[in-house]
């Protein structure tokens, strides 16, 4: 089954915002799926993600560059104008995610319930 990873905004709701492990942090996986359809500004990829604060989103990025998980594209303009974009290892998680994602539909009501 395909999943549709498009880039519009994501719900704060979604399924991947409780998923029991994360690889970084809580916006990784995110992150990821945001990026999928290729390269974004700070200003988008922030919009898209939604509720994310700007320092934990700077923060998340950084950390995904550390792990090679994005590139950071400085097209040294002025104004600055700096993309990021997921690399192959990046992409590879994207099977993680889509089972995360599918255990999720079925599991998270249950998960929730049990943390009451």
């Not at 880039?7 to 915002?17: L, N």
């Not at 990025?61 to 400085?74: A, F, K, P, S």
């Not at 600055?80 to 089972?99: A, F, K, N, Q, W």
Request: glycine share 6%.
């Amino acid at each position: 089954m395909a999943e549709d990873h498009s880039s519009a905004r994501m719900d704060p709701a979604c399924p991947m915002a409780e998923f029991p492990f994360r690889v970084g942090g809580k916006w990784t996986g995110m992150v990821v799926v945001s990026l999928l359809d290729g390269p974004l500004r700070f200003s988008h990829l922030r919009q898209a993600l939604g509720t994310v604060t700007a320092k934990v989103l700077t923060q998340t990025l950084r950390d995904m560059e550390r792990d090679g998980l994005v590139t950071r594209i400085d097209h040294d303009t002025n104004p600055p104008h700096v993309e990021y974009e997921l690399t192959d290892l990046g992409r590879s998680l994207l099977t993680v995610i889509d089972t995360m994602r599918e255990w999720s539909r079925h599991h998270l009501a249950e998960l929730l319930a049990n943390r009451q």
